[in-house]
């Protein structure tokens, strides 16, 4: 069975970090790639980060150099650590995968960057 957790969303001051975690059951070695999405209210969702399973990496712009992406094949686990966070990072982050023609995507977790 195929499941997307995420977890470690949460309230932080502006200029402080977290760090999210997007567990893969059933696909983890198999996905093409796996991303962090975001989504704002009123705003379209949004790529964020993006991992492929050669570990290559790509990055919005506007987190670019503040936000990493990495895989954790122990824990078949995709991480985004994100630092400096801006009130415009506030979003719902959802994490997804693609397998073949197949998208999947977690149920998502709050990040609100506030003081």
């Known amino acids: 069975q195929v499941q997307l957790v995420e977890s470690g969303g949460g309230l932080v001051q502006p200029g402080g970090s977290l760090m999210l975690s997007c567990t893969v059951s059933g696909i983890f070695d198999s996905a093409s790639f796996i991303d962090w999405y975001r989504q704002a209210p009123g705003r379209q969702r949004e790529l964020v980060a993006s991992i492929t399973r050669f570990r290559e990496t790509t990055y919005a712009a506007s987190v670019r150099g503040r936000f990493t992406i990495s895989r954790d094949i122990f824990r078949n686990t995709v991480q985004l650590q994100m630092n400096n966070l801006k009130p415009e990072d506030t979003a719902v982050y959802y994490c997804?995968?693609?397998?073949?023609?197949?998208?999947?995507w977690g149920q998502g977790t709050q990040v609100t960057v506030s003081s």
């Open positions: 997804h995968a693609q397998d073949g023609t197949d998208d999947y």
